[in-house]
């Protein structure tokens, strides 16, 4: 037989309360290419391609550069696992030089 010594607490008197945070909503891949497309329309990137195809001279090598320094950003933040809630910072993308 077991005894136990009882303590003066509260414990078996008050009900327990559960805290219930709610989570937080997981980024995704579709999250981080918005966010790509967004940075390379400020950009006006798709002015340039069609200025590009048009007229035959090439873009400026800045916004090539910057387009594809975003493309990269973008597929190297959605490998990461998990990826971070503040995805869209300016810490992770290229800064454009206009």
């Given amino acids: 037989m077991r005894f136990a010594e009882i303590e003066e607490s509260r414990e078996w008197t008050e009900p327990v309360r559960l805290v219930i945070k709610p989570v937080p909503a997981a980024v995704l891949v579709e999250d981080v290419e918005a966010e790509a497309r967004r940075r390379l329309r400020a950009c006006h990137i798709q002015e340039w391609r069609t200025r590009e195809f048009i007229t035959g001279r090439p873009m400026p090598h800045e916004i090539r550069h910057f387009?594809?320094?975003?493309?990269?950003?973008?597929?190297?933040?959605?490998?990461?696992?998990?990826?971070?809630?503040?995805?869209?910072?300016?810490?992770?993308?290229?800064?454009?030089?206009a």
């Fill in 67 to 97: 387009a594809l320094q975003v493309e990269f950003a973008a597929n190297a933040i959605s490998q990461l696992s998990p990826i971070p809630d503040d995805y869209d910072s300016d810490v992770y993308w290229p800064k454009f030089w």
